[in-house]
C-alpha cells in the first residue's frame, strides 16, 4: 500500500526538466490533471485505468493533503501528486512530448478585465500544452463559464496542431462514464450550464500562428464560440 509521502512529489527545481514517468516505477501513458482539488475525478479515472498513470496538480494545500490522503487510503499506486504553480510547471519545467493527455476542468475564470491576465490560458500556456502533449494525446477542458471559454477555444483554434473532437470518445473515455468532478456536481445542482470541449494533436504541422488573438485586448460575448458539448441544467 503507497503511504501519503509515496503520493506527494516534490516540485522540480527552478532550471530542471522533467518527464513525469521518472515519478513511477514502470512506464505507462501519463495523464496530468490540473487543479485536481480533493481529486475526485483522478481517483475515478485511475481506477478505471490501472495501466496509466496520473499526475495531479493543485496549489490548494488543504486540498492537495486531502487527495493524497484519498489516494493512499485507496492503495492509487498508478497516481501521484504534486503542489506547485500548474502553469509554470507546464510552461518551464515539463518535457516534450510526455503527456497522453491533459485535464483541465473549472479553471478559475478570473472574471473581472483587469485580471484576465491571471487566467491559466494564455498564449505562451497554449503553446506550452502543444509541446509536451504527445502525437495523438488529448486535451479536455471544462468550465461553467461561458466567456471564458470562449476566450479558450479562441486561443485553442489557432492552433492547427489541434483539432476539435468529442468530448465523449471510446478510446478516451467510455461515453456516459467520464469521472465527474467535485465542480462539476456542485455547479450542476446550483443550476449551472457547464461547458466542455476536447482537442487532439495532430502528429504533425507545419502551421505557427502568427498574429495574436485579437480578444486577449477586448472580452469576446459569451457565444463567439460553439461548445463541443454542454451539460444543460
Known amino acids: 500500500m503507497p503511504t501519503i509521502e509515496d503520493i506527494m512529489v516534490a516540485p522540480p527545481e527552478h532550471d530542471a526538466t522533467v518527464n513525469p514517468l521518472d515519478y513511477f516505477d514502470a512506464p505507462a501513458p501519463v495523464e496530468l490533471e490540473i487543479g485536481c482539488g480533493k481529486g475526485g475525478f483522478l481517483l475515478e479515472r485511475a481506477k478505471q485505468y490501472p495501466h496509466r498513470r496520473f499526475l495531479g496538480i493543485e496549489w490548494a494545500n488543504k486540498y492537495y493533503k486531502y487527495a493524497a490522503d484519498r489516494m493512499a487510503r485507496w492503495g492509487m499506486t498508478n ?98 462514464q467520464t469521472p465527474r468532478t467535485n465542480f462539476e456536481v456542485k455547479y450542476v445542482r446550483a443550476g449551472r450550464t457547464i461547458y466542455r470541449v476536447a482537442y487532439l494533436k495532430l502528429e504533425s504541422t507545419e502551421f505557427q500562428p502568427t498574429s495574436s488573438p485579437s480578444f486577449l485586448q477586448s472580452a469576446w460575448p459569451p457565444d463567439a464560440w460553439a461548445p463541443s458539448s454542454a451539460v444543460l441544467p
Open 79 to 176: 497516481v501521484r501528486l504534486m503542489r506547485t504553480d500548474a502553469r509554470n510547471f507546464v510552461v518551464h519545467h515539463l518535457a516534450d512530448n510526455s503527456l497522453a493527455a491533459l485535464h483541465v476542468y473549472h479553471p478559475d475564470p478570473w472574471p473581472k478585465k483587469r485580471h484576465h491576465k491571471r487566467r491559466l490560458f494564455q498564449e505562451d500556456f497554449v503553446a506550452a500544452v502543444v509541446r509536451v502533449l504527445q502525437p495523438n494525446a488529448r486535451l479536455a477542458v471544462q468550465t461553467d463559464h461561458a466567456e471564458y471559454f470562449a476566450w479558450i477555444q479562441g486561443l485553442l483554434v489557432l492552433r492547427a496542431e489541434l483539432v476539435q473532437v468529442d468530448f465523449e470518445h471510446p478510446d478516451f473515455a467510455p461515453p456516459g
